[in-house]
């Protein structure tokens, strides 16, 4: 019971979080009304420079919209990168049990997932796969407390990806996850399912 | 509207549209196909993923596949062929799963699906599976069941005995769960000195029996 009210917390987390990535749908009106608002105060008071022509009014406020966005982005950044750090309970798509994620209540759906392997004499561990093109250099891994394992958490859509790590330059498959098929190109891959309701 | 409210309006579309663009995901990354691989090498590989995007078929399995190789250090005919035949797959995949296999929320069914016929599933045996009248599993829990039949495949057990444990598993409408603790147990059994295809057959048959092997 107590798993299954972290799921669902973590689902309703992950809702909440995706719909902060999605532009507000009010966008259009607002820009709509503030056109609006724009030419009726340019009709009933047009403000001019001492020099004459400019619109004091505007020209003051897109600095100050300016900076107040910056500001905004600043903090709205700040947000969005908190709501990807690990949360408790950090694993819902567990990558040793590929059909271990929860269910979710559809729509476009980010999960949180944890990616974990035991390599105490590693230097070095990053993850690659098809969720970060298989660049080796944007998901490093982080050593554990006690020195052995090294884990990262990355918030990825529902869906099939093939992965490895690579160890000190060496690519091995997650000995936890399933094999992918056959080795392309000469070392094996593992899966992981993301999966939602 | 008052000064106030429009300045904050302009602050909060700008810092919206900041916002969104920090905030894109790591799968929404757009992909390309790795600087590397030039020349008539990449002029066939973007043949290849514009007529897959002709047919209608997902284009990003075939720039992770040669992402893939890059990073493995394969050649670049080595990259082609490989694609090529992703390209095949995903197609075939698609034509056996019918409608299942056509929109883009099905895509992880269609790229497990292409990914057992890499491993040697007959295209014949995955229409089997995807269409099995009163039992058809839904999309979720039939790609579970071809991620474990690769999985299977890839441990050593033949084809013919990983398809058939999976179809009679689908038969008895076994669940997403059910598939993942098939995979653990054998994982265990191999571990433990066992054959896989022996490991296999009893834990299929003991699930459907309703105990535990």
């Avoid at chain 1, 619109?55 to 897109?62: A, G, N, Q, Y």
């Avoid at chain 2, 474990?148 to 890839?154: H, K």
Wanted: aromatic fraction near 4%; hydrophobic fraction near 45%; glycine fraction near 8%.
């Amino acid at each position: 019971m107590r798993e299954r009210d972290e799921d669902h917390l973590t689902g309703a987390l992950a809702r909440a979080t995706d719909g902060l990535r999605h532009e507000p749908e009010l966008r259009a009106e607002w820009r709509e009304e503030v056109l609006r608002q724009a030419r009726a105060e340019r009709e009933e008071q047009p403000i001019r420079s001492p020099r004459g022509t400019t619109s004091r009014r505007l020209s003051i406020s897109i600095p100050w919209a300016i900076a107040a966005g910056l500001a905004c982005a600043l903090v709205g950044g700040g947000v969005a990168r908190l709501a990807s750090r690990p949360q408790a309970p950090a694993v819902v798509a567990d990558t040793r049990n590929p059909a271990s994620s929860p269910a979710t209540d559809g729509a476009p759906t980010m999960l949180p997932v944890k990616f974990s392997i035991v390599a105490p004499n590693a230097a070095r561990v990053s993850i690659v796969g098809d969720f970060n093109h298989w660049n080796p250099t944007t998901l490093p891994m982080k050593r554990s407390a006690d020195g052995r394992l090294w884990e990262v958490e990355v918030r990825l859509p529902l869906g099939r990806y093939s992965y490895a790590f690579m160890i000190d330059g060496h690519l091995a498959a997650d000995p936890d996850a399933p094999s992918s098929a056959g080795d392309d190109f000469g070392t094996p891959n593992s899966v992981l399912m993301v999966r939602g309701s | 509207m008052s000064k106030l409210s429009f300045r904050f309006s302009l602050a909060a579309a700008a810092a919206s549209m900041l916002t969104v663009a920090a905030a894109a995901p790591l799968a929404a990354q757009e992909r390309g196909l790795p600087d590397r691989i030039v020349g008539s090498s990449r002029t066939v590989l973007q043949h290849l993923v514009d007529s897959a995007r002709t047919a209608g078929l997902p284009t990003a399995p075939l720039y992770d596949k040669a992402a893939e190789g890059v990073l493995k250090g394969a050649d670049d005919d080595r990259i082609v062929v490989v694609v090529r035949s992703l390209t095949r797959e995903l197609g075939e995949a698609r034509d056996a799963l019918g409608p299942m296999g056509t929109s883009a929320e099905q895509l992880p069914l269609l790229t497990s699906a292409a990914s057992a016929l890499h491993a040697g599933l007959p295209v014949a045996d995955l229409r089997r599976l995807a269409h099995r009248g009163g039992s058809q599993p839904d999309a979720s829990t039939l790609a579970t069941a071809l991620v474990t039949l690769v999985d299977l495949v890839a441990k050593r057990v033949p084809v013919n005995v990983a398809t058939s444990s999976i179809q009679n598993l689908i038969d008895r409408r076994a669940t997403v769960r059910q598939f993942s603790d098939l995979r653990a147990g054998v994982d265990e059994d191999i571990a433990a000195g066992h054959a896989p295809e022996a490991s296999v057959v009893a834990r299929v048959r003991a699930q459907l029996g309703g105990s535990p092997p």
